[in-house]
């Protein structure tokens, strides 16, 4: 049984930085494509990083390629998302995501497997 297990989670103020992990089982992050989405109160859930089988190739939304980067840890089988320069807007409840397959997408209809997401509140 596969599960994606997001903490990190918190009240920041703007401009401060928060430093996502996602805790993997039952699915090797080494032959998985993982993503991060969020999703905000009445808005759909946005796409913001894919991650590919090599730590070094990712895809970040541009939104927030200047502000978020996104590695993995493939010993401790967790993946990171690094959020810097923090915007009220960045307030949402974020999640990650993994796929079998070797392609990166943003599409989050293609990801089979999803956390139960970490809330990240940004205070102005």
């Known amino acids: 049984q596969v599960r994606l297990v997001e903490s990190g989670g918190g009240l920041v103020q703007a401009g401060g930085s928060l430093n996502l992990s996602c805790v993997a089982s039952g699915l090797t992050l080494s032959r998985s494509v993982m993503g991060w989405f969020r999703q905000a109160p009445g808005q759909e859930r946005e796409f913001i990083a894919s991650?590919?089988?090599?730590?070094?190739?990712?895809y970040v939304a541009d939104s927030v390629k200047d502000r978020f980067t996104v590695s993995k840890d493939n010993a401790k089988n967790t993946a990171y998302l690094l959020m810097n320069t923090l915007k009220p807007e960045d307030t949402a409840i974020y999640y990650c995501?993994?796929?079998?397959?070797?392609?990166?997408?943003?599409?989050?209809?293609?990801?089979?497997?999803w956390g139960q997401g970490t809330p990240v509140t940004v205070s102005s």
């Open positions: 995501a993994a796929r079998t397959g070797a392609a990166m997408t943003s599409n989050r209809d293609h990801y089979e497997y």
């Open positions: 991650m590919g089988l090599r730590s070094d190739v990712t």
